[in-house]
């Protein structure tokens, strides 16, 4: 089932800034992967919001999951992102819409960067 997803402001900069820290550290082209990464996670997400590797996380907010991006890195055409270090934080609303929080370094304190 194709869902529509919504990607929140605070994920959206999340974003901005992996791909540019990207960018910086490593170069266009592997900013570019990691970017593609994230798009691909969007689309496996939005063909099953509970696929394989989604971990319910009620410890952090009720209805929330997580999702790493290691988890779509086969998923990728081409050239991949070999250590890929975030994991996406989403919900899936009453409406069916799946709704991510935040896009976040998989060593980051979850509880502290989720929205009430």
């Not at 997580?66 to 899936?92: F, N, Q, W």
């Not at 069916?96 to 979850?110: F, K, N, P, T």
Request: proline share 4%; net charge positive.
């Amino acid at each position: 089932m194709v869902r529509q997803l919504l990607v929140t402001d605070p994920a959206k900069n999340d974003i901005r800034e992996i791909v540019r820290w990207s960018l910086k550290e490593f170069g266009a082209a592997a900013a570019l992967r990691y970017s593609d990464l994230i798009e691909q996670v969007f689309r496996d997400l939005r063909d099953d919001a509970k696929l394989p590797g989604s971990k319910e996380r009620i410890e952090l907010l009720p209805g929330v999951r997580t999702y790493h991006l290691r988890c779509s890195r086969d998923h990728v055409g081409g050239k991949r992102v070999m250590e890929p270090r975030h994991l996406v934080a989403y919900r899936i609303r009453e409406d069916g819409v799946i709704e991510v929080a935040r896009v976040l370094h998989d060593s980051r304190d979850l509880v502290l960067h989720l929205p009430a």
